[in-house]
């Protein structure tokens, strides 16, 4: 029926302006996506969003959280123990990663775009998308930790570092030169790092 407004709570509707803030900044830039965007593509009015999202750098910094949250929960499942050994669970991070950066799902890393948006050392979006990043390595390092006590890895916090470098490579690569370019091979290169 014309002209009928849909009444949600206002979790239902800052979920649905996050959504929307998720597709426009992670597919067109946070800079080059103003509020009165986001709120059209959420449908609803811009001061309903700002009644739930205090300014912009709010709405970005809780869309960065939101992708932090939703990244970490898929680190963990393709890394989760069940996988088996250390080696196994980090290519099958891998080949997870290789499956996450196909063109129809992945333009980049949200963070690293977040990091090349937001040069500010203190601001809040950038803090959250660094913080990932450190999780990212610590849950690395983890991970080498026990492939160390399982196999005969020298330095394993220096194989967690090389690991990360690895991953960030096929990030930034999949940007310019797509997914069937270098960042094809990053199984391959972690595959190399881990040999003993």
């Known amino acids: 029926m014309a002209g009928v407004r ?6 239902e509707t800052r979920a649905r302006v996050l959504s929307a ?35 912009k750098d709010d709405l970005v910094t809780s869309y960065v959280t ?20 250390a080696r196994e669970r980090i290519l099958a991070l891998f080949d997870a990663l290789a499956e996450q950066v196909q ?41 080498t930790a026990e492939l160390a006590a399982e196999t005969h ?8 570092d090389q690991l990360v470098i690895a991953m960030e490579g096929v990030y930034a690569t999949v940007q310019a030169l797509g997914a069937d370019g270098p960042a094809r091979h990053g199984r391959l290169l972690a595959e190399a790092l881990l040999a003993p």
């Not at 426009?24 to 080059?32: D, T, V």
């Open 6 to 11: 849909i009444r949600r709570s206002s979790t």
């Open 21 to 55: 803030a998720q597709r426009l900044f992670y597919w067109q830039g946070i800079h080059s996506t103003g509020i009165d965007k986001v709120a059209a593509e959420a449908g609803v009015a811009p001061t309903t969003l700002y009644r739930l999202f205090a300014s």
């Open 66 to 85: 939101a992708n932090a949250e939703s990244y970490k929960a898929w680190f963990t499942e393709a890394t989760r123990p069940e996988l088996g050994s």
């Open 103 to 143: 063109p129809d799902r992945c333009r980049g890393c949200p963070f690293l775009m977040t990091l090349a948006e937001f040069p500010e050392p203190d601001h809040p979006a950038r803090l959250a998308a660094i913080q990932t990043k450190a999780w990212v390595r610590e849950h690395l390092g983890r991970l």
């Open 153 to 160: 890895v020298a330095e394993p916090a220096i194989l967690a």
